[in-house]
């Protein structure tokens, strides 16, 4: 199963449906793949969220990423290429 930017955003935004997503994705039966442009685009609006301008700062989206990483390593996801 792939796991798209927006379905990490919603989990760990905690948006509306956020535990329906996550429980999907938890009971997948097959392995989960991720892209390092989902990475980025999970990380870069992550950090949009918490920032006041809009505009992430650097510190933000070092926080961002981290989550972002800890959460695909938590939920097993591979990365695979797009090409």
């Given amino acids: 199963m792939f796991v798209d930017a927006s379905v990490i955003v919603a989990i760990l935004a905690k948006e509306p449906g956020w535990a329906e997503l996550l429980k999907r994705i938890s009971g997948a039966g097959s392995p989960l793949h991720i892209s390092a442009l989902v990475r980025l ?36 996801a591979r990365n695979v290429p797009i090409d």
Wanted: glycine share 2%.
């Fill in 41 to 76: 685009e999970a990380t870069l609006a992550l950090g949009r969220i918490n920032a006041v301008s809009k505009k992430p700062t650097p510190e933000l989206l070092a926080v961002a990423r981290d989550l972002v990483d800890s959460f695909i390593v938590e939920i097993s």
